[in-house]
């Protein structure tokens, strides 16, 4: 029986492809975005996220936490979390009403994730969606991806593969022929500076995008407006001509930086290097609309 780490599935996704869609999060990514708005599914295991917000400090997580992973600091006002303690056994969150603690990540089985798709067939249905497989980077997990592709296309359900791209050949080369629409990351183009941003090269993310609009698959990019990071008229400029090589009206989707990140990484305790990067304009963001549409290409902002 084939099993991978999900994050979570989102029913009624309206900004992950055509239609109304169903939003399975694989957990996992090895690359390491500075603004990334999912940092729970950057590890490949489950997390405890905790919001200190919600946090009463009635101390009902400490006294059933088997391990000892947790402390009360009534002076700090809020719950300590030794990670490496941890063994993710729920027991914390199941205790907590106050809904502060939840251990974020899952096994599960590919029937019980086809199982929770198909609950949203009518709304794929009357809106011409499917499925969007995001993440993390789904393409960590080849065999469960595939396998999830492969029961969607058996129900004639329809898949967009929401990726940064870096993969091996081999990866990308098993997984090509499955998806039906692929949502590819173009983050920067220069090597170097993605190199100090992410840690990874680009040069295999490239050389992918280009292969798999080779073999005719349907691609959407999604550039991040990141201000002051990826809103350069140098990258802009690059990627555009990226686009263009691509295809000449090559469809180009602009997903604006959200604040929500900085929420979410200290949930899980991560630190967060913008946090005094504020998000684009709606302005800034017709302007760079513009300008990429100057290069010929089909250009959206996402919502
Ligand atoms: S059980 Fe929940 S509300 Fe109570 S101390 Fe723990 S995290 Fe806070
Ligand atoms: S998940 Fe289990 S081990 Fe981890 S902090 Fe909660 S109760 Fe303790």
Redesign the pocket.
């Known amino acids: 029986m084939t099993t991978g780490m999900i994050f979570g599935i989102q029913s009624r996704s309206i900004h992950d492809g055509p239609g109304v869609r169903t939003t399975v999060y694989l957990k996992g990514c090895p690359m390491s975005c500075p603004w990334c708005h999912s940092p729970e599914g950057i590890s490949p295991h489950p997390e405890l996220a ?1 919001q ?1 917000r ?9 006294s059933v936490c088997p391990t000892g992973a ?1 402390s ?1 600091s009534k002076t700090k006002g ?2 300590l979390i030794e990670n490496d303690l941890c063994s993710r056994c729920r027991r ?1 969150q199941d ?7 939840e251990v974020v990540g899952r096994e599960t089985t590919v029937e019980q994730v086809m199982a929770a798709i198909e609950r949203d067939s009518i709304s794929h249905g009357q809106s011409s969606g499917g499925v969007t497989f995001s993440g993390g980077e789904p393409l960590q997990q080849p065999d469960f991806l595939a396998a999830l592709l492969q029961g969607c296309r058996s129900r004639g359900i329809h898949t967009a593969l929401d990726t940064s791209g870096y993969a091996s050949p081999e990866v990308i080369e098993g997984i090509a022929p499955l998806a039906d629409l692929f949502l590819f990351d173009v983050k920067v183009v220069d090597d170097r500076r993605h190199q100090e941003l992410t840690r990874v090269s680009n040069g295999q993310i490239l050389a992918n995008l280009r292969w798999i609009v080779s073999q005719g698959r349907p691609v959407i990019l999604r550039v991040p407006v990141i201000p002051g990071i990826s809103d350069d008229e140098e990258n802009l400029r690059a990627i555009a001509e990226l686009a263009r090589s691509l295809h000449p009206h090559q469809r180009v989707d602009l997903l604006p930086y959200r604040a929500i990140a900085a929420e979410k990484h200290r949930r899980l305790r991560r630190e967060y290097l913008l946090s005094n990067v504020q998000p684009p304009s709606r302005g800034r963001l017709s302007q760079i609309a513009a300008y990429l549409e100057e290069f010929g290409l089909a250009v959206k902002i996402a919502g």
């Open positions: 905790y200190d919600r946090c009463v400090l009635c101390g009902d997580c400490e947790l009360m809020l719950v914390c205790v907590c009403l106050s809904r502060a603690l």
